[in-house]
């Protein structure tokens, strides 16, 4: 009896790695059916399928970028003045263009009349303490007078050298010309320059305003250093470099085309892939205001490389690939990388593809839309 149990078992385990080797064997098949794709005689002719070999061409294309014009931090200036004080006239727009040097404001305060008559108060006692140094320095010389006292005087002149000097600093940042100032022309009201030459693009005072000290007042851009900054996706990167001439135009009027330079290229990607380029206009126009979109063309020469005619390349849920003709109306999809197109021809690379594969050339999509119905019945 037991001779008997142990039988049936072994049976039942034998019938068993049977069955697994018979599951594991009809499953191979399956795992590369969504890579080769099997056409009678009859069907390659009804389909036109005709292969060949891929030639090696050296293309030249054209890269699409988009992007818009921005403001680099160094041309936004922020027009400030040191003192506080009430605005006494301005005559500045948002949207004008001014020149530099040209004033944009007025501003008064009791506190710059202050500030003037302490200068010139300060310049005459240093001309004073001057005068009594060199005295002293004669008397100390011919042991009139004491080395303490010419010390004393000698410190006081510094001293008041120092005051004159600082209150100089002080007006000089707030626009005063000191060597202008004199008793008959104090003034209450400071103009207020433009630092550089540009568009105001925001202007937060008014007539009898009060600004503290640093408050923004305008808001100017330089735009003769306006920048194009453009998005280049992973694939586009490679044929881009530093100097590179551009075609830029705007969405409104394609057809007018202006020359740009890459000046810089950021090759770490952000969150869509994308790297960052830098172009400046070799000439500014005014069409291109802060915040306009707009397109570039960059016509690139690439390097010899494994060409096809451009239908023979397919791509399928964001890949490319090919296919390989192994004979019995059996073909092979294989990924493969594009590279730039020209005059119907397309460049491509891939793992296993050489100058002497056989690949389709014609038709190609036919074996993708089967290739796509297999995988869905599957």
Request: proline share 3%; charged share 20%; with cysteine.
């Amino acid at each position: 009896m037991k001779k008997y149990i142990v039988l049936v078992a072994a049976v039942v385990f034998m019938a068993a790695c049977g069955k697994k080797e018979e599951t594991q064997t009809e499953a191979a098949p399956e795992a590369t059916a969504s890579n080769v794709i099997s056409l009678s005689a009859a069907q390659v002719k009804n389909a036109g399928i005709e292969t060949g070999i891929p030639t090696e061409k050296e293309l030249s294309g054209t890269v699409q970028l988009q992007g818009e014009v921005t403001v680099p931090p160094q041309s936004l200036v922020n027009v400030t003045f040191p003192l506080g004080g009430y605005i006494k006239k301005t005559n500045v727009l948002p949207g004008m263009h001014v020149q530099k040097g040209q004033v944009l404001a007025v501003i008064e305060d009791m506190q710059y009349i202050q500030l003037q008559q302490d200068y010139l108060t300060a310049k005459e006692q240093l001309a004073v303490a001057e005068m009594e140094y060199n005295r002293q320095k004669e008397l100390n010389a011919k042991k009139a007078s004491s080395d303490k006292l010419f010390e004393q005087i000698t410190a006081e002149r510094e001293t008041q050298r120092i005051a004159t000097a600082s209150l100089k600093q002080k007006l000089e940042l707030i626009g005063v010309n000191v060597s202008r100032l004199n008793a008959t022309n104090i003034s209450k009201a400071i103009s207020i320059p433009s630092p550089v030459s540009g568009l105001v693009s925001a202007v937060n005072v008014n007539v009898g305003k009060y600004v503290s000290p640093t408050e923004m007042l305008f808001e100017l851009t330089d735009m003769n250093d306006v920048v194009l900054t453009f998005n280049a996706f992973e694939k586009d990167v490679k044929y881009l470099k530093t100097g590179q001439q551009l075609d830029v135009y705007s969405n409104d009027n394609p057809d007018k085309k202006y020359s740009a330079k890459i000046h810089f290229i950021n090759h770490s990607l952000n969150a869509d892939r994308a790297a960052t380029v830098i172009a400046k206009l070799n000439r500014y126009d005014a069409v291109f205001i802060p915040g306009l979109f707009v397109n570039a063309d960059i016509h690139v020469q690439n390097k010899k490389q494994l060409a096809l005619p451009a239908d023979a390349i397919v791509d399928w849920q964001g890949k490319s690939y090919v296919f390989e003709d192994k004979g019995n109306g059996k073909y092979a999809m294989l990924p493969v990388k594009a590279g730039i197109s020209q005059d119907g021809f397309k460049q491509f690379e891939g793992e296993g593809v050489t100058a002497s594969s056989r690949l389709v050339v014609k038709n190609a999509y036919t074996l993708l839309m089967k290739a796509m119905n297999e995988g869905e019945e599957e």
